[in-house]
């Protein structure tokens, strides 16, 4: 049989692809926005999420998962290249507002791409949701590896008139400016689905399915309209009861990731299909971040600590919690590494291929990585130079002290001095090979 098999394959070399990819899994990358580690079920937190619930059952919960920024650029950055979002040169958001030279960056591309790598490997790629990784037509995801794109370009949007807030439409088709009726998280469901109808047991997928919910404008499935083009509107949406629209777009979110979930199963893919949820950066004050300290936007555990669960039922064990410290530019080598493509990655990868640290029980490895050029955290220690909500250099450990109410700088002087040095040297290394951005429109 064996033989036979191998004379088949000698003979069509097309047929040898087809059986490796019917071995490769396809991966699904769900990512809320604002999304704290206090928000969900899961996480003992205030709103009811049975279906991203269903994946840490499934699969694994992390305890110490954290995005690469504590806002939306930076950490898509990040994710997108497995590189610390300063050597991509995006290290700040990129805003909607032309006076702001940020508006004029976005992903170069002399980066190498997750997508990029998964297509040449021959996976079918789709983006559903927000980009925020550039305006202009060069920054798009269909540039940058993706086959398809159905979503946004900024950083949010009206969930149903779908403008972003400096006024201007901001719903796409691959490179075309489109209007597409219906509410941001239900489209963002929709063609993920679609998508996936696609191309299951045909070809395997690597879908982002980066959701707006439930970053401002506070709207609700039933809700109407608040932005118009050029037209005056509150940013944050016009109902009174914001704490009960934002728990109204996880629960819509939360189905939205039942149907995908209901998707792979009517394919009978679900056993070799990756999901990955996790969100981009901690709560506003509006949500939660549970006992940390901080929101998004600081450096603090609440800016940047947030939930994170994993699901691949034919790879990974299944209702485990754990306690390594991961972060989102871990994702791509971990991805690329599964399907067998880690020597496309292009530049070595800051991120860490975690499949080893979720599939064998054992202890915590230390690691060390940084936040924003301020803040480093090497195992259970965590220090933060002087900076936004923090006027003095600040030592804590995690370990004993979760919630950062402690500074104990002044009792561990050595570990503070060794810190600032290693924060110091991966600052200098991230400069070095910083890719440029244009401070006025790209050509
Ligand atoms: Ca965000």
């Not at 958001?93 to 990029?116: C, M, S």
């Not at 609440?302 to 306690?323: E, L, M, S």
């Not at 060794?418 to 050509?443: C, D, G, R, Y």
């Amino acid at each position: 049989m064996t033989r036979f098999i191998l004379i088949v394959l000698s003979c069509c070399p097309w047929l040898s692809t087809l059986v490796a990819d019917e071995a490769r899994p396809n991966i699904v990358l769900i990512m809320a926005d604002d999304l704290g580690y206090g928000d969900l079920s899961c996480y003992d937190g205030w709103i009811k999420t049975p279906n991203i619930d269903s994946i840490a059952a499934n699969g694994i919960r992390f305890t110490d998962y954290h995005s690469n920024g504590n806002v939306c650029s930076p950490t898509r950055a990040a994710l997108m290249t497995g590189l610390y979002q300063q050597k991509v040169g995006i290290p700040f958001v990129v805003v909607a507002a032309e006076k702001n030279k940020a508006h004029f960056t976005g992903l170069q591309d002399i980066e190498n791409t997750w997508p990029e790598v998964m297509r040449a490997g021959g996976y079918a790629t789709g983006i559903f949701g927000k980009w925020h990784l550039g305006y202009y037509p060069q920054y798009n995801p269909v540039r940058h590896g993706f086959d398809q794109f159905v979503g946004y370009v900024s950083g949010n949007i009206d969930f149903i008139s779908h403008i972003d807030q400096a006024g201007n439409a901001d719903w796409w088709h691959d490179h075309k400016l489109t209007s597409e009726e219906g509410y941001s998280t239900h489209l963002i469901t929709r063609h993920a689905v679609r998508f996936i109808e696609q191309h299951a047991n045909k070809r395997p997928f690597f879908i982002y399915v980066p959701h707006e919910a439930p970053h401002y404008p506070y709207q609700g499935p039933g809700d109407k309209a608040d932005r118009t083009v050029g037209g005056e509107f509150n940013n944050h949406g016009s109902r009174e009861d914001k704490k009960e629209a934002y728990r109204e777009m996880v629960v819509e979110m939360d189905v939205g990731i039942g149907e995908i979930l209901n998707c792979l199963r009517r394919h009978q893919i679900t056993d070799n299909t990756i999901v990955v949820f996790c969100s981009d950066n901690g709560a506003t004050s509006l949500g939660s971040n549970g006992e940390l300290r901080g929101t998004k936007g600081t450096n603090f555990e609440g800016g940047h600590r947030v939930p994170c669960v994993v699901q691949w039922p034919a790879g990974f064990p299944k209702g485990r919690i754990n306690h390594q410290l991961a972060m989102g530019m871990d994702w791509m080598p971990t991805a690329l590494g599964i399907a067998g493509l880690s020597e496309h990655a292009g530049r070595t990868t800051d991120g860490d291929d975690l499949t080893k640290r979720i599939r064998e029980k054992q202890e915590v490895i230390e690691r060390t990585v940084v936040w924003n050029g301020n803040t480093i955290r090497r195992g259970n220690w965590k220090l933060m130079l002087p900076q936004k909500q923090l006027k003095e250099i600040s030592l804590f450990n995690l370990h004993e002290d979760l919630a950062e109410q402690t500074n104990v700088a002044v009792k561990y002087p050595d570990i503070v001095k060794q810190l600032i040095m290693e924060l110091a040297a991966i600052n200098a290394e991230n400069k070095a090979v910083a890719t440029a951005q244009p401070t006025s429109a790209p050509k």
